[in-house]
DNA sequence: GTCTATATTACGATAGAC
DNA sequence: GTCTATCGTAATATAGAC
């Protein structure tokens, strides 16, 4: 993954650089001067590959929608008591959340006030509806605790996953995605407390 | 809704119209037009009373940044065990975020672009230092489980407390506060899974 | 304190040469 | 595919009347 990536641009490898300005400086943020001097290349010569920052944000977001919806489909979100399938979920949210890093911290950042904007926060509804169906399952099964409030639950837990992309870097210097994955787990489903 | 308390703008009756358009369209994604229509004054009457966009932002952080350091000096966060210092400041932080609610969520989007950002990056960096801390020793007081990571167990929890201001709204209807400190504090530290 | 009018700069996007 | 030059718009901020 180490090939220079600069004969010409595609619209791709153009993603990859305007992604992670949207990130550092936020979407509203970059403007398209931004873009052209992280690129390398002009202004005008971004527009000759995309029709601009909009549909750079949407294939952004289409990606990281992509990769969480993906999950899923997967057999071992499908199969089996709802509380294993919960478990399998929250794992691979990590997961996708790490390996498609950028993509997804984008996803998480968007306002509405685009159209594109939009339709991501509803697609994003849906996905979040989707798990908290599944906590419920589990919940009706009794591997939940019932003094937790589904909705509020299902909230939560998003909430400290998706803070991830706050702070996780993959420079190999601080927690692998192993070992993000295996705490994420852990907490959510024991909590920190020591049992005794 | 349109005018509610206009007789003049004080800075602060300024400010919290302000803070509501920032976390509705962004801060780098509202313009002082935005901000006048808001208001109902014009752009001009809005630089009569602040010197600017990055005032505002300054007031609005700088609140934020008092309630949440103001916990750590209280007397429950300051003696006893570790342990129930730490349940002490996760509650409390919860309490805080929903009582300085449109500030906090300001805070937790900068992202660094001016000095002011950076300044509030830098503040919040502290605090989360401090209560990383009381987490580490709460450890080694052996309240802790061992087979989670200090640091990123504090921001997990981070993540699922800053998560909040994403979608509670002080409008009855859903959670209330106490009902949402209490969940967050089993969740932290009892977890999802039922006990049997 | 608030207004209208405007200076000035930055932005997104396009035209047309090479 | 990339460039320079530029258009039209919208942004922050100021000037000066009332």
């Keep these: ?12 490898s153009l993603l990859s650089v305007a992604v992670r300005v949207f990130n550092d400086r936020g979407y509203d943020g970059t403007s398209m001067e931004h873009l052209s001097k992280a690129a390398g290349i002009s202004k005008s ?6 029709s601009g920052k909009e549909e750079l944000l949407r294939r952004a977001v289409s990606r990281a929608l992509d990769g969480l919806f993906g ?3 997967e057999e071992h ?3 089996g008591p709802a509380a294993g399938r919960l478990e399998h979920v929250v ?6 959340l790490i390996a498609e890093l950028p993509y997804v911290t984008l996803l998480l950042r968007v306002r509405g006030n685009t159209a594109t904007e939009r339709w991501a926060l509803e697609r994003r509804r849906d996905f979040d509806h989707r798990v908290a169906e599944l906590l419920k399952a589990a919940a009706a099964e009794g591997d939940i605790r019932d003094d937790l409030d589904g909705r509020l639950a299902t909230r939560l837990v998003f909430g ?3 803070s991830i992309v706050e702070w996780y870097r993959p420079d190999g210097r ?8 295996d705490a994420v787990v852990r907490l959510v489903f024991g909590g920190l407390r020591e049992v005794r």
Aim: net charge neutral; charged share 30%; glycine share 4%.
């Design 1 to 12: 993954m180490t090939t220079a990536k600069r004969d010409t641009y595609t619209p791709e």
């Design 91 to 96: 794992r691979r949210m990590v997961e996708v």
């Design 174 to 181: 601080g927690a692998g995605e192993r070992e993000v994955a």
């Design 77 to 79: 979100a499908r199969v």
């Design 71 to 73: 999950i899923l489909d």
């Design 160 to 162: 400290m996953i998706n």
């Design 45 to 50: 010569s971004i527009y000759h590959h995309v």
